[in-house]
């Protein structure tokens, strides 16, 4: 199994930034890839980026070139460095390890509003 937490969320004004963190325990070797999703309210979640365990990474277009994925050299952590956030980026971001299996957590609510 693959654990992973959430933390870093809360509430930020347009142009501001935030970098949500990723913390994973348990078989990370397995890991193929770990990525955040994100889901507005009414909304399905959507894909925002990864990094694979050859440290190859993905941004979304909607948030390239604002947002950026990053791990420490042990792949139990894993950031999510968010800038000039905008209104519609507000929802619940998760982290996700994917071994074959997907793993998520529980969430961290992000909330862009003035």
């Known amino acids: 199994q693959v654990q992973v937490v959430e933390s870093g969320g809360g509430l930020v004004q347009p142009g501001g930034s935030l970098r949500l963190t990723c913390q994973a325990s348990g078989r990370i070797f397995a890991v193929a890839t770990m990525g955040w999703y994100r889901q507005a309210p009414g909304k399905q979640r959507e894909r925002v980026a990864f990094?694979?365990?050859?440290?190859?990474?993905d941004v979304s277009d909607f948030v390239k070139g604002r947002f950026s994925i990053s791990r420490n050299n042990a792949r139990t952590t894993v950031w999510l460095q968010m800038n000039n956030l905008e209104p519609d980026d507000t929802g619940v971001y998760y982290c996700n390890a994917y071994d074959g299996r997907d793993w998520w957590g529980q969430g961290t609510q992000v909330t862009v509003s003035s």
């Open positions: 990094i694979t365990s050859g440290g190859t990474t």
